[in-house]
């Protein structure tokens, strides 16, 4: 079941304001591979903005968003020159269709269980052409972002009409060496709030990845630390993957 933070129309709604565009260094990461690549499916798009954006920089081929979550799919679909697909990546059956597939926003961290990981990544091989690329990134467990997750590090946005909404994060369950769990907490003067929306996300370290990617047919084929192309390291706050055909 997909995030209430995803799932539910008014917070899927303040996604794009609490991330925006130019905040997205992600964003700036990916596009000119997408910009590369003929055909490209977005696994977890969420609100779809990455595809919207390559579509209005004139990639002109063709362009999948899928996402489980009803929320962010009804946001996705209003850009309507783009196929948007609801569904979980585990459950995708394109067949050697893609030259890309991406991953952002940490989407990849919301498969928890190794089933699902697993199942999820022969998805891709499978979705992949034999020359395509799974472009992704997950946060490095070394640099434990989950420390700074802390009610003290509250954030307030302007919601969709304006309304002042403070976010605030409770870790509810911290690292284990494989996940950690928090809650998101939405208040502010609006009928859709509060709400509480939690998740769980899974934190995998490098030899896990590769071993991950392997089994799946996947080999990795450019890594990187950050989405300015740095090196992956022990401090690096991501370990980006770019990974082939094995
Ligand atoms: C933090 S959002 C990122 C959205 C978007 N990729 C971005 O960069 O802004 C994570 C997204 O992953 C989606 N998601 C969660 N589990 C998924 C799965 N198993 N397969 C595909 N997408 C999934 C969620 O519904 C959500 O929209």
């Given at each position: 079941m997909a995030d209430r933070l995803f799932d539910d129309a008014y917070l899927a709604a303040l996604y794009d304001l609490w991330y925006p565009r130019p905040l997205r260094d992600d964003y700036d990461f990916y596009l000119p591979r997408i910009m590369a690549a003929g055909s490209v499916l977005d696994a977890?798009?969420?609100?779809?903005t990455l595809l919207a954006d390559a579509r209005a920089r004139g990639h002109a081929g063709r362009l999948v968003g899928l996402d489980p979550a009803p929320g962010m799919l009804a946001c996705a679909r209003r850009h309507a020159d783009i196929e948007w697909v609801l569904g979980d990546l585990a459950s995708a059956r394109w067949e050697g269709e893609f030259d890309l597939i991406v991953m952002t926003?940490?989407?990849?961290?919301?498969?928890?269980?190794d089933a699902d990981l697993a199942a999820a990544m022969a998805a891709v091989r499978r979705a992949l052409a034999p020359d395509g690329r799974f472009a992704f990134e997950t946060r490095?467990?070394?640099?434990?972002?989950?420390?700074?997750?802390?009610?003290?590090n509250a954030s307030t946005i302007a919601g969709p009409g304006g309304e002042a909404v403070t976010i605030t994060t409770r870790v509810t369950a911290p690292f284990d060496g494989r996940t950690v769990s928090f809650t998101h907490s939405f208040t502010g003067d609006h009928p859709a709030l509060p709400q509480v929306s939690g998740s769980t996300l899974r934190f995998l370290d490098e030899a896990g990845l590769e071993a991950l990617l392997s089994a799946a047919g996947l080999t990795i084929v450019e890594r990187y630390g950050d989405f300015d192309g740095g090196p992956p390291s022990a401090q690096s706050p991501e370990i980006v993957v770019i990974a082939g055909v094995a």
């Open positions: 977890g798009c969420g609100t779809g926003g940490h989407a990849f961290q919301a498969m928890v269980e490095n467990p070394a640099v434990r972002a989950w420390e700074r997750w802390r009610p003290e």
